[in-house]
């Protein structure tokens, strides 16, 4: 018998227990709302963007102010990246699917004459030439290149898909082979890291086409033989990996990035030593704005800085999977894994390369890492994948029951466009 049935009060663990059903209960029924991956991915996007333009006026403030005389010099340059990236990001989100179905070849084009100018102009940085500068703007053409390989490869594969399946044999031509390219055209300019997102990118295709296990593994062996033949013809290369195995043997010299960068993150204990209050980015950390912000993120902020950043990341990925898993057509499934291996693994490689679990391949955080090359097709990837979020089931219904946006509202009580918010507001109701 029941407490209800008996008289008796209900005990505290039944008590509980139900609140914990009812919570469990109104996360699933908010997760099931039709518009709930279009908010993640808007949210994430701008937390992560904020908290980036905060981390990189903090972290580059001392440098600049050394070497330009001013301690706004590149957070002034990141913001103009991120007043052209929001727009850019605002218009993908409003473009149609075929659009980026088009979009794919001529990107991917774009991408491999500029990485064969990288070989020919490009400036040579730290060991890598990845760079092309034009006046006072410096470009990398492997930045773009990601969301070529992601388009394109997901318009190939969807284009041949038959009732809704796609045959994993088509990833061999001329996918492989476009793949072969931009990777050694990447490798010539030393660009190690840029080539394991391309190959990420590329075994999202594949886990998303349904391919075998023995192809997964045969790709991976092949990956490792190459990279292998690299670290070994490489002697600089071969110096990193000892390195990443031991940092501390050199702490002066050939580790002194690696050692400053867990100096910063054990400095920050918990809650960090707040915002501004770094030590290590007076000099101590190489490149603290860009491959290694995360490590003043965690000084300042501390563990729980770091773990908001993890988190943010995390629901980033969970939205673009969701977005895949709920839209039935196959392009808008391949591409928006593909965002998501790009985006997300190339944050994991980063954190991972800062904490010290993986070796240094020099490429930034997505969306929070100074540099415009690499935030503009970022926040074009994920313009284009709040317009997919708008193709879930339900979500057109629920755009349109929120009646003007806030562009057409402000509009309209300017008297500049559409018509008056009363009118609108007096007219909802009527057919």
Known sequence: MTAAETGAAPRADDRSGGRSEGRLTALRELLNRPLVSYYLVLGCSALLLALGLMMVLSASSIEALQETGSPFYWFIKQSTSVAIG?????????????????????LMGVSILGLVMVIFIGQEVLGAQRWISIGPFSVQPSEPAKLALALWGADILARRARGGRIEWRHLLIPLMPGLAL?????????????????MMIFL??????GAPLRLFGGILALLALAA??????????????????NPWAD?????????????AIGSGGWFGLGLGASRQKWGHVPHAESDFI????????GLMGTLVVVALFGLLGYAGLRIASRVNDPFIRLCSAAVVAWIVGQAIVNMG???????????????????GSALLPTLAALGMLLSFA?????AAAALAARGPGLAVRALSWLGLGGRPRREMTRNRGVT
């Open 251 to 263: 702490p002066q010299d050939a580790g002194f990035q690696a050692v400053q960068g867990l100096i």
């Open 86 to 106: 929001i727009p850019v990001m605002w218009v993908c989100s409003r473009l149609p699917q075929r659009f980026f179905q088009l979009a794919g070849n001529p």
């Open 204 to 209: 999202a295709l594949l886990w998303v086409v």
């Open 228 to 245: 292998a033949m690299m670290i070994v013809v490489t002697p600089w290369r071969m110096e990193r990996l000892a390195n990443f195995i």
């Open 182 to 198: 931009l990777a050694v055209l990447v490798l010539i300019g030393r660009d190690l890291g840029t080539t394991l997102v391309l």
């Open 353 to 371: 390369a800062v904490i010290g679990v993986l070796p240094i391949t020099g490429i930034p955080l997505p969306l929070v890492s100074y540099g």
């Open 294 to 301: 995360f490590s003043i993120l965690g000084e300042e902020l």
């Open 390 to 394: 708008k193709r879930e089931p339900g």
